[in-house]
């Protein structure tokens, strides 16, 4: 099956998450489509949507310029990176007044909690798909994890990488950026949802 994944292509490093789904797809053998989705329409159909790294804030406007709220809580797998997670989170600390969530995880985050753009960093982590050097970017902290949210990966004792299944919609969150350095979490996320995962 040709799998049709989007990409929220209004704001942040979506060319990156482009390259590394085209990639994830090459090494699965998997068939895979790219929507890069700047309008409500271009979200209809779709298997799944990747929410890039950026500025929530922004995100949050321009989502709600565009009435894009509802038809993205309808899509079966989302990966959120950063910006992409707080935008998923159930709760949010340090939110803007008047900014908008999809609210479809059960997470917890902290915006800007590791610092300021200056203090971004990088790190080797060990994760449940296996290491990757991750990168940090004004990146939330998630200090709060529902009871059926799996971790992925911690730094030090904070997640930083976590997923979720909520009837048969599938939930990836990550506070750093997967896509600058690895394929394995767009891989994972492919997968989500095919019978190769629910059987592990
Ligand atoms: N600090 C940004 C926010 O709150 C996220 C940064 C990022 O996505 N790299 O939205």
Sequence with gaps: MNMRIGILSLQGDFAEHSHATLSAAYRLNTPCTIVHVRTKE????LDGLIM???ESTTMSKLLLRKGMFSEI????KILGTCAGAIMMAKKVEGAIPGQHFLSLMDIGVKRNAYGSQASSFQMRLKTSLGDVDATFIRAPLINFLGENVKPLAY???NPVAAYEQVGNSHYLACAFHPELSTTLFHEFFLKLGSNEIAQQ
């Excluded at 271009?42 to 159909?45: C, N, P």
């Excluded at 809580?73 to 079966?76: A, F, H, M, V």
């Design 155 to 157: 730094a030090g004792e």
């Design 73 to 76: 809580s309808k899509i079966p």
């Design 52 to 54: 890039p790294g950026g």
């Design 42 to 45: 271009q979200l209809e159909g």
